[in-house]
């Protein structure tokens, strides 16, 4: 049976402290322990984070992540899309 972790703290602690999450994605542990006092972690975590958890038998919600916010930058103008697309090399 899987066990439910309810907190970021909860997912930390489980994983090993914030060094060890830190490692996981070359970040900082001071970046982990911001996680960890907003309640949230960033979007890009969770596929690396739920499967280190599946490995332990442990879960955690998805409520955990923070899906407000865009995981990259956004183009604010659609006229500016093609330039800002062939700056960046990816529109013919």
Do not use: Y
């Amino acid at each position: 049976m899987t066990k439910m972790l309810h907190t970021t703290a909860d997912v930390i602690e489980e994983l090993g402290g914030a060094k060890v999450v830190a490692a996981l994605f070359d970040h900082h542990p001071n970046a982990v322990r911001n996680w960890r006092s907003k309640g949230l972690f960033p979007p890009h975590t969770l596929l690396i984070l739920s499967l280190e958890l599946e490995k332990r038998g442990l879960s955690a919600p998805q409520k955990l992540w923070d899906f407000t916010q865009p995981p990259g930058p956004v183009l604010r103008d659609s006229a500016a899309a093609p330039e800002a697309l062939s700056a960046g090399g990816l529109a013919e």
